[in-house]
């Protein structure tokens, strides 16, 4: 079965600077797909950012980025210019490309922004 | 556009009472899905639905029924409500089950099983 870890139980930063929240995954897989999630405090699961296993090129949506290392099962996620409504819990998540599709989660960073 | 519209969004149950989740959907999505969050464990899979007319177990089914009553439609059934069943519970849809596209989740209902 998939596990997904993340490391950070809790992460700060300050206004406008960048911080990077971890995460690595276990599996056998070779086709797959990664997504971040934030939840802020309203509790709403919002798409952050997603990466398919078997594109190379990391995914950017504005701001948040994400470093692919596909050999090292590693899919961390990098905001720049962090914001006060960055503040949330952030949730990496691994769906298998196969008939599988289930999300498995991790137990979430909580991500502090500080002024 | 309402998306994914979860009801009631909170609850508060003896334990013992049965309490039926309502979810729908008016985004077209073949798949949906039911997790639960707690303090410290992300979210789990209760029970999802490829398609209308077909439910599976996830990984924490237990004390769970479910039913897919049409397309648009996913409720979540505890028969006998236990105290270890406080939890937020997200539905969520997905388009198809063979692309990167992501969940889209509800705003979630907070129950509470006294």
């Known amino acids: 079965a998939q596990t997904v870890t993340q490391s950070q139980p809790e992460m700060s930063v300050q206004e406008a600077e960048t911080v990077t929240l971890s995460c690595t995954y276990d599996?056998?897989?070779?086709?797959?797909?990664l997504f971040w999630y934030k939840q802020p405090p309203s509790r709403q699961m919002i798409l952050v950012i997603r990466?398919?296993?078997?594109?190379?090129q990391n995914a950017t949506e504005n701001r948040f980025s994400v470093n692919f290392q596909k050999a090292a099962k590693s899919f961390s996620l990098k905001i720049s210019d962090s914001q006060l409504g960055d503040a949330a819990m952030y949730f990496c998540?691994?769906?298998?490309?196969?008939?599988?599709?289930?999300?498995?989660f991790g137990k979430g960073t909580l991500l502090t922004v500080n002024p | 556009n309402a998306g994914v519209t979860q009801t009631p969004k909170f609850q508060v149950l003896k334990t013992g009472q049965s309490m039926t989740l309502q979810c729908a959907q008016d985004?077209?999505?073949?798949?949906m899905y039911w997790y639960r969050q707690d303090p410290g464990m992300g979210l789990r899979l209760i029970y999802y639905s490829a398609s209308e007319g077909t439910t599976d177990k996830g990984e924490v089914p237990n004390g769970y029924n479910v039913s897919r009553l049409n397309k648009r439609e996913f409720s979540l059934r505890l028969e006998s409500a236990a105290p270890s069943q406080t939890s937020v519970y997200f539905c969520?849809?997905?388009?198809?089950?063979?692309?990167?596209?992501?969940?889209?989740f509800g705003d979630g209902t907070r129950l509470s099983i006294l």
């Open positions: 998540a691994y769906r298998s490309g196969g008939s599988n599709y289930k999300l498995t």
């Open positions: 985004m077209n999505h073949n798949s």
């Open positions: 969520a849809t997905l388009l198809r089950t063979d692309s990167n596209q992501p969940q889209h």
């Open positions: 599996t056998s897989e070779s086709d797959y797909y």
């Open positions: 990466q398919e296993a078997y594109k190379q």
